[in-house]
């Protein structure tokens, strides 16, 4: 459980699933005191180049900080699109584990859960689910 930073209401399942994604993939690696670990190489690929070396890197970045940090969502899809604006959209694909935090990975919900994580050029970072 945790709190929405919008209402200040707790939150659980999906909901704290799609928060964590967004703090996940919009914390820089070492910025956070006390785990220097925690984070995505992301926000530092965002602002790079949209080569294919770049994208690649981007996409690995992203599989590998949701593998590591957030066992309840299994990704099976990353889209990446950009805009003239600068801003970048990425939409993640996967099914929702509600209890793999707990190590069971057998229960997994029915569909499949699509969220997109949009950032602008002034480093806000936003969710649609």
Excluded at 96 to 113: C, E, F, G, K, M
Aim: charged share 20%; proline share 5%; net charge negative.
């Amino acid at each position: 459980m945790d709190l929405d930073p919008e209402t200040g209401a707790a939150i659980e399942g999906w909901p704290h699933v799609a928060q964590s994604l967004q703090t996940i993939l919009g914390t820089r690696i070492n910025t956070r005191v006390f785990r220097r670990e925690f984070g995505s190489d992301v926000p530092a690929l965002v602002d790079a180049p949209m080569n294919d070396e770049n994208l690649l890197a981007l996409y690995v970045a992203v599989a590998e900080a949701i593998d590591r940090w957030e066992p309840r969502f299994d990704v099976t899809n990353v889209g990446i699109s950009g805009s003239a604006s600068g801003a970048i959209t990425m939409t993640l694909q996967g099914s929702y584990r509600p209890d793999a935090h707990l190590t069971d990975t057998t229960h997994v919900s029915d569909s499949v859960q699509t969220i997109r994580v949009t950032r602008d050029r002034v480093d806000n970072w936003s969710l649609a689910a």
